[in-house]
């Protein structure tokens, strides 16, 4: 049994009801479970303590509040914790519009027990867990977009510095403008429904309005190896992508970007011993790259290559960052949704058990019943009983 319990506020006004579910939690051998009781919807309201509820139970019909107006209260008050609604009804639309209107479960009181009871709460504190975590997620997401661009600010001196030396103050505006309009584009993916090769895709696409190369590629790690996911310029199809892996560790280019978390600039790849490894094509000449990091994890990189030698400054290094930071939201962004789609997937197979559980519990009652009422008739009825026995035998074929 977990040492660690679980905090249910149970909102039912029926004691009988209320004692079975306790009763039901009571037996759990896997969990142990801390239910305090409220009978009415103010009672549960006044004594709502959110650092001590892990879960509310909640049943729809109360004696001061009725209907969907009674989750909406819950929901209101506790918006972080998740709710099992609970009911006699047997109205299924009633169940769905419970779900949309922010419960994370539906179950009816008839045929609840206490193994159906318990999987429903913990799978209602893993989902309410997954949509909290991406709810922080896009809240951070929006923090980093608006920390981006006021570093924006930062890069646009770099710019400015650059161009005052080469004298041209002109191009240097036009180039601002494109950054900002890239990164800002990048973003608007990042909240967009297109899936993460499409991004990827894009975030290519805009590096280049940046930061010039004549071939580039986005590659993640798996148990130590790097392998590529989207590429331009090579002369291969975007999604005809080579199967060939690089090990971090014995890369120097790579080891180099993972362990100093810095891009890494080589301007003349035929004389430098910093090997990337990523192609046999000697044409290229310099070669930029940076790491892509999810909460300080390593989890990929960027690479862009050039035909001409010292083609790559460290203003395009921090561009190149940039855009690494949103490659690193968009794959954990794919990988939360993941996490959430099977997690709705796994819910989905227990409801259908639970209707396949029901379908089955009523066929034997009604048979039960059937059998009972034979016997009474035999000598009195015959034909009736016979009549009864034919219904019986329908019965159990389904």
């Not at 206490?114 to 429903?120: D, F, K, T, V």
Request: aromatic fraction near 4%; hydrophobic fraction near 40%.
């Amino acid at each position: 049994m977990s040492t660690k319990a679980i905090h249910v506020l149970l909102i039912e006004d029926n004691s009988d009801d209320a004692f079975l579910i306790q009763r039901f939690l009571s037996k759990s051998v896997e969990v142990r479970f801390n239910v305090r009781v409220a009978h009415s919807l103010a009672v549960g309201l006044a004594n709502l303590d959110k650092t001590e509820t892990d879960i509310i139970l909640l049943d729809l019909t109360l004696e001061d509040s009725n209907g969907l107006d009674t989750l909406n209260h819950v929901v209101e008050a506790a918006s972080e914790i998740p709710i099992v609604v609970l009911t006699g009804l047997t109205d299924g639309q009633l169940g769905i519009q419970a779900v949309q209107s922010g419960a994370q479960d539906y179950l009816t009181k008839t045929g609840l027990d206490g193994n159906l009871l318990e999987r429903a709460i913990r799978y209602a504190i893993q989902r309410k867990q997954i949509e909290l975590e991406l709810r922080r997620h896009q809240e951070h997401l929006e923090d980093l977009v608006a920390e981006r661009t006021a570093e924006l600010i930062t890069i646009n001196e770099q710019l400015q510095q650059e161009i005052a030396e080469r004298k041209q103050a002109e191009q240097a505006e036009r180039e601002q403008r494109i950054l900002a309009e890239a990164i800002r584009d990048t973003a608007n993916a990042l909240n967009s429904t297109l899936t993460l090769p499409e991004i990827l895709e894009r975030i290519l696409d805009n590096i280049a309005l940046v930061v010039p190369y004549d071939a580039a590629e986005i590659m993640l790690i798996e148990s130590g190896s790097a392998f590529v996911v989207r590429c331009h310029g090579y002369g291969i199809n975007g999604n005809d992508l080579p199967s060939q892996k690089w090990s971090v560790a014995e890369t120097p280019g790579l080891r180099y970007m993972a362990e100093t978390r810095q891009p890494l600039i080589i301007s003349d790849l035929a004389t430098s011993e910093m090997i990337i490894n990523q192609t046999s094509d000697a044409l290229w000449r310099s070669y930029l790259g940076t790491a892509i990091l999810s909460h300080n994890e390593l989890i990929g990189f960027i690479g862009l290559n050039s035909l001409t030698p010292q083609c790559f400054s460290a203003a395009h290094g921090d561009r190149l960052q940039a855009f690494a930071e949103q490659a690193a939201i968009a794959i954990l962004n794919v990988r939360l949704r993941e996490q959430e789609h099977a997690l709705a997937a796994m819910q989905e197979r227990e409801r259908l058990a639970r209707d396949l559980h029901d379908a089955v519990s009523q066929t034997l009652f009604s048979a039960s019943v059937i059998a009972e009422t034979l016997a009474r008739h035999w000598e009195r009825n015959p034909e009736k009983v016979q009549a009864r026995l034919t219904e019986l035998h329908q019965l159990t074929r389904g």
